[in-house]
């Protein structure tokens, strides 16, 4: 299978802004890689991470350099391709674009839909969290109580007084199941007193409330709310170090490097005995697509990005309140 590889920038406006603890952005920056054999054309999309000192440049040229290599592995084999990624990249949002668009690719010259390709069920809907983006509390309160019909409400904390901004939330969505995420803007001091916090709100999962690297007081601390990895897990490899430290792990495929490692991710995850989430960054639904076939049976779905944007990719997942309909195979797979 002879493949040609191109790359391309896009950017989609958000719909007001998105705010985290290490920053705001008011647009979604993506990556998408094209794989094509010639006949037929496969597509996936990537959100590169400055936490991770990805940028769209690199991310872009990190694609088109091992495009050669990948043409030259493929070789005839359908699956060829993307065994090869495994060890032409390290895991990460260019090799995440790669994969998928090779899972599209083989989809489309199967004639078969990526799930049975990938010897998976039929995705369902999902019923996703919406994220109320950091600010101050009666700006995060506005927010929940315009969600507030939502069940599954994420809540970025992550900054001084976040005891206020939750308590200005639930107040606001009093009915709606909460998660946090604090993006690693807690510290060992303040651990303690934010988890407290997040337990009197009701609070069902606690992300990443440290930094990654730096977590290991959450062996040693209770958990009064579940605690989730998010920037603390990868792929495989990063697992089993942090089954006394969390209770659930948040897969995302941007981190994993592609829908190969996520689920197998899921996979050794489940066997260790986490929960399992499923995240994405603000993203459309070129990136979604994938991320739904790992979210399957997930105890956690956090797959709202396009949900976040002014517009979305023609053939999109499809919202209804917060109830996610996979996209069609026009999009994807």
């Known amino acids: 299978m002879s493949l040609h590889v191109s790359v391309a920038t896009e950017a989609w406006p958000i719909a007001g802004s998105f705010t985290i603890a290490r920053g705001a952005k008011t ?54 391709g993307r065994a090869a990624l495994q060890y032409l990249m390290p895991a990460g949002a260019a090799r995440n674009a790669l994969d998928c668009a090779l899972i599209d690719l083989a989809a489309k010259r199967a004639g078969t839909p990526a799930h049975a390709l990938l010897g998976l069920p039929a995705p369902q809907p999902l019923t996703t969290a919406y994220t109320i983006s950091l600010g101050p509390p009666d700006a995060m ?23 206020a901004r939750l308590a ?18 807690w510290s060992e001091a303040d ?12 609070v069902a999962l606690v992300e990443q409330p440290l930094p990654a690297g730096a977590d290991a007081a959450l062996a040693r601390l209770p958990h009064p709310v579940p605690v989730c990895a998010d920037e603390s897990v990868h792929d495989r490899a990063t697992l ?8 659930a792990v948040n897969i995302k495929l941007d981190k994993t490097g592609g829908l190969t490692e996520a689920l197998a991710v899921a996979a050794e995850a489940r066997a260790l005995g986490f929960e399992l989430m499923v995240g994405c960054m603000v993203c459309t639904s070129l990136a979604i697509a994938p991320a739904v076939l790992v979210a ?3 105890r956690f779905v956090d797959l709202d990005g396009p949900l976040l944007l002014v517009a979305d990719r023609p053939h999109g997942v499809r919202f209804a309140g917060s109830v996610l309909h996979p996209a069609t195979t026009v999009l994807w797979g």
């Open 141 to 163: 309160a506005r927010a929940a109580a315009a969600a507030a019909h939502r069940p599954l409400l994420k809540v970025k904390l992550g900054a001084p007084e976040d005891r």
């Open 296 to 298: 399957q049976g997930a």
């Open 27 to 80: 647009e979604a920056r993506v990556v998408v890689a094209t794989v094509s054999d010639g006949t037929r054309t496969g597509r996936g999309e990537c959100v590169p991470y400055g936490r991770y000192g990805e940028t769209v440049e690199s991310v872009a040229a990190a694609i088109a350099a091992v495009a050669l290599a990948l043409a030259r592995e493929a070789g005839s084999a359908e699956d060829a």
């Open 191 to 202: 651990l303690a007193d934010n988890l407290a916090a997040c337990a009197e709100a009701g």
């Open 240 to 247: 089993s170090a942090l089954r006394d430290r969390y209770e």
């Open 168 to 185: 200005a939330v639930r107040r606001a969505a009093p009915a709606a199941t909460l998660i946090v995420d604090a993006n690693e803007g």
